[in-house]
């Protein structure tokens, strides 16, 4: 099993940018790669960003591209999710997810674990 804590969540005003972090622990060699997702209430839990463990291959939203900047620190076994030029339509409770391997990273259910989920909320 792999265990997942996010953090960095918070308010930000509209325009602004926030760094979130997953901590990775436990089985993490079986890691293929890890995605961030976001959910608000009474919505599906929508694709954010993945990334490939080995190599650092990128994926993202298409509302995210541009915007959004998905990283890795293998030795620090972290994920990070840069967000910059928040949106008030970006609040959500936001969750890193690790899979042991995906066809298409957008898709949940290629995905092991998950995170507890940070809040982000952005004024406008």
């Known amino acids: 099993q792999v265990q997942l804590v996010e953090s960095g969540g918070g308010l930000v005003q509209a325009g602004g940018s926030l760094r979130l972090s997953c901590a990775a622990s436990?089985?993490?060699?079986?890691?293929?790669?890890m995605g961030w997702f976001r959910q608000v209430p009474g919505k599906e839990r929508e694709f954010v960003a993945a990334i490939t463990r080995i190599g650092g291959i990128t994926y993202y939203a298409d509302s995210q591209k541009g915007r959004f900047t998905i990283s890795r620190d293998i030795a620090k076994e972290m994920v990070y999710l840069h967000m910059n030029s928040l949106k008030p339509e970006d609040t959500a409770v936001y969750y890193c997810?690790?899979?042991?391997?995906?066809?298409?990273?957008?898709?949940?259910?290629?995905?092991?674990?998950w995170g507890q989920g940070t809040q982000v909320t952005i004024s406008s």
């Open positions: 997810a690790a899979s042991k391997g995906w066809r298409t990273p957008a898709v949940i259910g290629n995905y092991d674990s």
């Open positions: 436990g089985r993490t060699f079986s890691v293929y790669g």
